[in-house]
């Protein structure tokens, strides 16, 4: 599409959603979506419109029944430990008993997480009464991970929903907390699976849907990036910053990374 001044605009129609979803920083997706409102982009669903269940406990947790309940039995254990006359053995025994539960509690909080974000991202973005045939996922950190998980279950990324923008996904932090696989690695395993199709042939209009974006210097929150290498229909490029990717260079190369797969969704 042309604009009065010559200039090509991706007018993806209504027939393309743009799905973002963030973490607790909102990082680089602001100036992306200054990109979508350049290009014209009509349906967005914006992070604000998603109120996601976010680990490090949230006041929300205080009302969650498994949480008040673990705490509850770990709060009197460490108190009877510590009163009664018992042994030292003993008092041992219960205190690393009790640091074993709460490391099942984290792991269980952040598995609540997990599920809770994927029907908040299911309802808004994939809401079955919406006029949409595309639907493109930008996700950033926590956001990144989740829509990076729902990819892994087989929810997404099927013809209608093919295209994804990971910015530093934490899947390697949250599987490490939340006691699972990593993402990368289960979804390495699903492709490669015997029982999954073969990939389509080659062709101008078939590179990598999946992009993944990872900060070089972003090992606190995203190690092992090197797991996502060698996925099929799965991009990794590593750029020289930080997690938040705010440094101008970066934010530059995004943009572009962003148009591009704009571009793909424009042909396809």
């Not at 008092?91 to 997990?114: H, N």
């Amino acid at each position: 599409m042309l604009s009065s001044n010559g200039r090509h605009f991706l007018d993806l129609g209504q027939g393309t959603r743009i799905v973002i979803v963030g973490g607790w920083s909102p990082g680089p997706l602001g100036h992306l979506e200054q990109v979508l409102l350049a290009e014209r982009c009509r349906d967005v669903v914006k992070p604000k419109n998603m109120n996601l269940w976010m680990p490090p406990f949230p006041g929300i947790w205080c009302c969650n029944p498994y949480v008040v309940l673990v705490s509850f039995v770990l709060g009197a254990t460490i108190y009877l430990s510590i009163t009664a006359d018992v042994s030292a053995v003993l008092r041992l025994s219960i205190v690393v008993l009790a640091l074993g539960w709460g490391r099942l509690l984290a792991a269980l909080v952040v598995r609540t997480s997990i599920e809770s974000s994927i029907r908040i991202i299911s309802r808004e973005g994939l809401a079955k009464d919406i006029d949409h045939n595309k639907v493109f996922f930008i996700g950033f950190s926590w956001g990144g991970a989740i829509v990076a998980e729902m990819n892994a279950r087989g929810m997404i990324g099927g013809l209608n929903q093919p295209f994804a923008l990971l910015i530093a996904p934490t899947t390697s932090l949250v599987a490490k907390v939340a006691l699972q696989k990593d993402v990368p690695t289960r979804i390495k395993e699903l492709v490669l699976s015997p029982s999954s199709p073969p990939p389509p042939p080659p062709n101008n209009n078939n590179t990598s849907k999946i992009t993944v974006v990872h900060g070089e210097y972003d090992v606190a929150f995203c190690p092992n990036q090197e797991r996502w290498n060698h996925i099929p229909g799965v991009d990794l490029q590593t750029l020289p910053d930080n997690h938040v990717f705010l440094r101008s260079s970066t934010l530059r190369a995004l943009k572009d990374i962003m148009r591009h797969q704009l571009q793909m969704i424009h042909v396809a």
